[in-house]
């Protein structure tokens, strides 16, 4: 990585900002997928055994520059508590910096409310990043999930700040851009879900580095029907079938041979599509996947993503990667975290880096 990390600077005894994504699923305000928030404990650790003052800062879903109680992040402060087995100080309020200043205690962790509630976030305004650089002496972005998005816990903010990657950040980028740079052979790609149109940027240096392209969920739709399949207009991206078209001809993508139906909408992939995949990623040496091979809200249609995911978690010899938001969503009761080698924070953020190489919140870090 050409940008500084937290090891590389001195943070001792330092008041720390760190930008985690602790965006996750939560139900009756219980955390239900805990993957994010497992992943920051190294970089947690570290700050204290140097004696730090640690300040998580992280949005949670989309309340739009208001304070939604359902979106707050206190139940997010227990679970912490339980897995770093310490206090975990929970600040309400942090922009009047008075008031931030009694509430923050000294030497221990603590987590502060949804930076989304305040409507400087989204903006990127430089005052609100201003007022968020004045809690602390260092900046740690550890938040590889949201550094697709230009804000001012993200980009804002270092302007006011040294600012480094934390040991998450560092881990993402080192190996989803190794694999574009020396995989493994052979080397496979498996995309699935929805929105297309989000993912074909990704597709299209995927394509160049894969061996294969494994496709499924509605993406695998729209390629059946550029493969020419009948497909009614209402299962596909009819804007996306010229590039989906243009991904075929390279010979490496492998579409779905059946389908499991609702009436007339596909909304899964097949036995025998599984077994092909199933066969392919056996054999793989490294494996990426985004994106649900079906409509697995619905236990009815979550039979490819289950299959797929255990022919990955299978094949122990393999480097694999997971990420996406509702990929891991589908996979919350699994045990992810042992059979992945990498369970990447970010879905848009993984795209986006899988196709340009950086992202807006890494390019401001210091650099070397
Ligand atoms: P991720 O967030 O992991 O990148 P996406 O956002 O691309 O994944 O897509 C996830 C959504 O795609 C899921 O909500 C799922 O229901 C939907 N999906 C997957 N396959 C199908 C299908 N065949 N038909 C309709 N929706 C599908
Ligand atoms: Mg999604």
Known sequence: ????????????????????????????????DDTRISQTVPTIEYLLKNHCTVLLLSHLGRPGGKRV??????????????????????????????????????GGVNLLENVRFYPGEEANET???????????????DAFGVDHRVAASTVGITQFLPAVAGLLLEKEVKVIGQLMVKPERPFIAII???????????????????????VGGAVGNTFMAAAGQS????????????????????GKVIIPVDGVWEEDKLLDIGPKTQAEFGARIAKAATIIWNGPMGMFEDPKFSGGTDFVYEAISKNRDSLSIVGGGETLTALQNKDC??????????????????????LPGIEVLMDK
């Open 192 to 214: 699935g879900g929805a929105k297309m149109e989000t993912k074909i940027g990704a597709m299209e240096k995927l394509i160049e580095k894969t061996d294969e392209m494994l």
């Open 337 to 358: 975290l042992k059979t992945i080698d990498h369970v990447s924070t970010g879905g848009g953020a993984m795209l986006m880096f899988i196709e340009k190489g950086t």
């Open 127 to 141: 005052e609100f990043s201003r007022k968020l650089a004045g809690l602390a002496n260092v900046y740690v972005n």
């Open 69 to 106: 109680k359902e979106l707050s992040l206190k139940p997010v402060a227990g679970y912490l508590e339980k897995i770093l087995n310490r206090r975990v100080n929970f600040v309400e309020e942090y922009v009047d910096k008075d008031e931030a200043a009694s509430k923050i205690r000294d």
């Open 1 to 32: 990585m050409n940008k500084k990390t937290l090891k590389e600077i001195d943070v001792s005894n330092k008041k720390v900002l760190v930008r985690v994504d602790f965006n996750v699923s939560l139900s009756n305000s219980q955390v239900v």
């Open 231 to 250: 497909m009614k207009q209402s299962l596909i991206e009819p804007q996306m079938l010229a590039l989906a078209k243009k991904l075929l001809q390279t």
